[in-house]
Each structure stands twice: as structure tokens, then as C-alpha cells.
């Protein structure tokens, strides 16, 4: 039998290209994760560049005393003439210092991997003489993309976690800070009552970095299920970070967390729970039914939920329905949007993304793929590593309706009369859970919104004739 060409392809298509292509560099996670662990300090090894970089990413965020600061290497730094050791310690205890922070995050850069600055040899004997934990991610553009910072910092955050439960009841207390926050307000007989309410289950931490609101959101949700959730990684402080036993669950909230799983797998010996991400009311919902699945319990009411939650997105929809659209990829959240906004009625040539672990992302991607059957879509190819000059290419190509891209591509797409949506917002958006899959489409159906409101001016196209070279 032979393949004709137009045949719709029955597994996902992964390719591979040559890493050409614009990301934020994964450094830019101090932005957030200051603002989330409210007790840390962001120290980032590395130079001007990387100042630059973050001063001009972080926009206003940078008038507001930020718990971050670049120690920049200087030539004495670079050609050894100045003692590693030293400099850190110096710069260290004027943090300690100033802001006296539980917790101070090394951020290794290019420029210290290069030189080989030995980071993690140099943090216990310092924490030791400093008395501050110093946690050492190693966050550079050599090896990373944007969101991955991320993952490298909790990952390093892991070895953190206290091994068991403590034995003090002050601290106990402390360590339990989302069930303080869910039973806020209420008495001792009511509280216990709460507590009645949970299934009895093996314990289940959470990993990803959310704001708060977002958090109190999942813990709910699973709460109507009766599933506990023990703690999550990271927390609001860092003297608060979950207890991690052997044996314990875990589950992750975001598609680019695969180091932060193998290390809670491999090292601290929890158990993974492999499912598509709680983005999109779809993806919420086998969130909830793979981690009840796992924990051994019925879910209940999931369908009327997801259901109720379509309806009320209807009027976002009707603007999407039929329309294309193309990721470029930069920020490793692209499958489970695409997946969301096909399940809206969108069809997607192709997916760009910086890096694929088809492990971690197993449960996503055949959620993809089955979301792709039941629209009657063609499944899109997987672009990993893309090259954004020959993806400038095929989007000329394929006139897609929304390109979803950086910032570098987007005004001049844009110019060519092609819809674009800056990726980077779906990274600060609040898009996890079901009540906030109409931010996503808010964010995604705005350029349409805003083109068609100027179309009558007829001025879509606005670059001069191609120059001929
Ligand atoms: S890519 Fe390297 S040099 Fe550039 S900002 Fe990131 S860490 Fe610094």
C-alpha cells in the first residue's frame, strides 16, 4: 500500500531543527519566582549582559526594590585573580545584611559555566560559615530555554525539602501552610470536621510555581474530590516547603517542570503521576480524573463542570472557530495550548517548542493527539528546536489566521497583515484551572478583536514593497 501524501498522519509528527530560534533566557525566572517565595534572595553569577537582559525584560517590576541582584564578574573574576570564595562571601553577607532572606538562590550564567566557576562546590561550605541556606541553579542560555529557569530552580529546591514530618507542634503548624490558609477563620470542631471530609489517600504534593490565587484554585478542586493536597513545591516561603517522604505522590502543574519530576522520582523517591496539565477546562478536568485515578477514587461532577465552563466561553469561541493557528514555540507551554484551543474549534499547522520530553509530556500529548481525532483536525507537526527563518517561511506560506510569538517577530508579522499574540503573556497569566480558561482565550482572541475593529480602515498591510536584494 502506498501513502498518498494528503493522508492525514495517525501519530503526531515530531521533528527537529536547529535551535535558531528567540527565547527569553532562562534567567528571567527570578522575575517570578522572588515574587512567589516571599523569604528568598535571586543572586545571578554572570555579566552585563545578563543585567541588561533582565533590567529591560522585567520592565516596571525593576523600580521596585527587587529581591534580585546581579554579582557581575568582573576581568579579576574571569582570569582568577580574584578569589571566587571571597567575592561571594562578601556580596552574600551584605544581603544578609540588608534584607536578611531565609533562603539566597545562586543563578549560574553562561559566563560561569565557561570559566567553570564551581558553584555547588563553593554553596555548602558558605551556607555553613553564612548561616543561610544557598540554593545554586544553574539557569544559562547554553543550555536552557525561558521557562526551564524555572525548573532548574525547583529542582535544586528539591534537595531542600525536610525528609519527614516534623515532631514540634509550632512547627508542624508552619510547614502546613495551605490547610492554615483553607481553614482560615474557622474552629477547632469545624476544622476537624474539614478534615473528615478528605479521602484517606497516600500524601500528594504539587510542583510549579503559580500565584497564589491560582493555587487556592487547584487545592479546592481537589478538594471537592476529597484529595488532600500535602504541600506544594515551591511554597510561599521557603521555611515553608513541603515534607517529601518516600513513597509520597507528586504531580506537576506545568509542562516544562521534566527535571524537577526526575528529581523527585529518582532522588527523593516519590511517586510521579503522569497527566495532561490543568490548562483549559479540558486539561483541568484529566488533571483531576488521572490524579483521583491514581489515588483510587471516584470523581465526581466533573463533567458538568467542564461542560458549564464550554458554555460560558462560547462567546470567545465563536471568534476562533475555524481559524488557524501557529505557535513559533518559546516558552514550553505551547502543546497544552494548542491542544485547548484546538478543543475550541481552531486547527494548527504547527507547534514550535524549545524542547520535548516526551516522557514527562506523555499524558499531554496523547491528549493532544485524541483531542485531534475527535475535532476531525489533522495533528500537527511538532517542531522542536524550531528555526524561526525557515518558520518566517512557511508562515508566509500558510497564512495562518494567529501566529502566537515573540516580541522580536511580532510587530513585524504584524506589519505583513498577519495576526500575532506575544507568547511571554501566557507565562504571566493566570491560565491554570477551570475559571481561568476565559484569561487564555481572552489573551488569544485579542489581536482578532483588534484587527477587526480597524479593518475598515484598510490599512492591514503596512511594509513597503519587499526590497530587492
Ligand atoms: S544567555 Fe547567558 S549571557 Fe545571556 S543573559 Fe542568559 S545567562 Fe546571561
Not at 432 to 456: Q, S, V
Request: hydrophobic share 40%; glycine share 6%.
Amino acid at each position: 500500500m502506498t501513502i498518498t501524501p494528503n493522508q492525514t498522519p495517525s501519530a503526531l509528527n515530531f521533528e527537529c531543527e536547529t535551535g535558531n530560534y528567540h527565547t527569553f533566557c532562562p534567567i528571567s525566572c527570578v522575575a517570578w519566582l522572588y515574587q512567589k517565595i516571599e523569604d528568598s534572595f535571586f543572586l545571578v553569577i554572570g555579566t552585563k549582559t545578563c543585567g541588561y537582559f533582565l533590567q529591560n525584560a522585567m520592565g516596571v517590576m525593576i523600580f521596585a526594590e527587587p529581591r534580585y541582584a546581579m554579582a557581575e564578574l568582573e576581568e579579576g573574576d574571569i582570569s582568577a585573580k580574584l578569589s571566587d570564595y571571597e567575592e561571594l562571601k562578601r556580596l552574600c553577607l551584605q544581603i544578609k545584611r540588608d534584607r536578611n532572606p531565609s533562603v539566597i538562590v545562586w543563578i549560574g550564567t553562561c559566563t560561569t559555566e565557561i570559566i567553570k566557576m564551581d558553584l555547588e562546590g563553593l554553596a555548602p561550605k558558605l551556607e555553613a560559615e553564612i548561616g543561610i541556606p544557598i540554593v545554586t541553579a544553574r539557569a544559562n542560555g547554553l543550555d536552557y530555554a525561558f521557562t526551564q529557569g524555572e525548573d532548574t530552580v525547583l529542582a535544586a529546591m528539591a534537595h531542600k525539602c525536610p525528609k519527614e514530618a516534623p515532631k514540634a507542634e509550632a512547627e508542624k503548624e508552619e510547614r502546613n501552610a495551605i490547610s492554615k490558609l483553607m481553614n482560615f477563620g474557622k474552629k477547632k470542631e469545624e476544622v476537624k470536621q474539614t478534615e473528615a471530609e478528605y479521602k484517606d489517600h497516600t500524601p500528594l504534593v504539587l510542583f510549579g510555581s503559580l500565584p497564589d490565587p491560582v493555587v487556592t484554585n487547584l487545592t479546592l478542586e481537589l478538594k471537592k474530590q476529597g484529595i488532600k493536597v500535602a504541600g506544594w513545591l515551591p511554597s510561599k516561603r521557603f521555611t515553608e516547603l513541603p515534607v517529601i517522604e518516600e513513597g509520597y505522590y507528586t504531580c506537576g502543574v506545568n509542562p516544562f517542570l521534566s527535571r524537577t519530576a526526575t528529581t523527585l522520582m529518582r532522588r527523593r523517591k516519590t511517586k510521579l503521576i503522569g497527566a495532561p496539565f490543568p490548562i483549559g477546562p479540558d486539561g483541568t478536568r484529566a488533571w483531576i480524573e488521572k490524579i483521583c485515578s491514581v489515588l483510587n477514587i471516584e470523581p465526581q461532577g466533573l463533567e458538568e463542570r467542564e461542560a458549564q465552563i464550554w458554555e460560558n466561553l462560547e462567546d470567545y469561541i465563536k471568534l476562533i472557530r475555524g481559524k488557524s493557528v501557529f505557535f513559533m514555540g518559546d516558552n514550553l507551554l505551547e502543546v497544552s495550548l494548542a491542544r485547548f484551543l484546538i478543543r475550541c474549534g481552531m486547527t494548527c499547522p504547527e507547534i514550535g517548542i524549545p524542547y520535548m520530553d516526551k516522557r514527562y509530556q506523555k499524558a499531554e500529548l496523547e491528549l493532544l493527539e485524541k483531542t485531534c481525532n475527535e475535532m476531525g483536525v489533522a495533528l500537527p507537526n511538532i517542531v522542536e528546536k524550531p528555526d524561526n527563518y525557515n518558520q518566517l517561511q512557511r508562515i508566509k506560506e500558510l497564512q495562518p489566521d494567529l501566529v502566537i510569538t515573540g516580541m522580536a517577530h511580532a510587530n513585524p508579522l504584524e506589519a505583513r497583515g498577519i495576526n500575532t499574540k506575544w507568547s511571554v503573556e501566557f507565562t504571566f497569566a493566570q491560565i491554570h484551572g477551570f475559571t481561568n480558561a476565559r484569561d487564555i482565550l481572552e489573551l488569544a482572541t485579542r489581536p482578532m478583536r483588534r484587527n477587526n475593529n480597524l479593518k475598515e480602515l484598510g490599512w492591514e498591510k503596512l511594509v513597503k514593497e519587499e526590497a530587492q536584494v
